[in-house]
């Protein structure tokens, strides 16, 4: 397991599908080889619901995140202690330029709206 990791990102992408809301994060817009996606569905508990899944991991992972971090050139998110071994990170770093963080930064809010994930928005 990556202690921490970090890539350049040249693809965001925000949606909902199916009341699913995505974030999805990569170095590719077709075939990333690096990339995360965070997902909130509601469904039970609000942590259980939000998930996050890497270009290390084999599934998505619920009530992993402790930290997210948002700036404007890069997203940062902290991975628990007793989830790392299934999402293959401590800490992820997504740099970024150039982009248009706005729909993101709407996205990130909706998923942790009301979440006990610590978050914190700098853009």
């Given amino acids: 397991m990556k202690k921490e990791s970090c890539f350049f990102a040249t693809t965001i ?3 909902t599908e199916n009341d699913v809301l995505i974030v999805g994060i990569g170095n590719h817009p077709i075939s990333p080889d690096r ?4 997902s909130r569905f509601d469904d039970g508990e609000i942590d259980d619901a ?3 899944q890497t270009n290390n991991s084999t599934i998505e992972v619920g009530n992993a995140i402790s930290n997210l971090f948002l ?4 997203l940062t ?8 071994h299934l999402v293959g990170e401590q800490r992820l770093t997504a740099e970024f330029t ?6 993101l930064t709407e996205y990130i809010k909706k998923i942790f709206l009301d979440s ?8």
């Fill in 35 to 38: 990339y995360l996606i965070i």
């Fill in 13 to 15: 992408n925000c949606y």
């Fill in 116 to 123: 006990l994930v610590n978050l914190s928005i700098d853009v």
């Fill in 98 to 103: 150039d982009q248009n963080i706005a729909l």
């Fill in 77 to 84: 998110v902290e991975i628990k202690a007793d989830k790392q």
């Fill in 50 to 52: 939000i998930g996050i």
């Fill in 71 to 74: 700036q404007k050139n890069s």
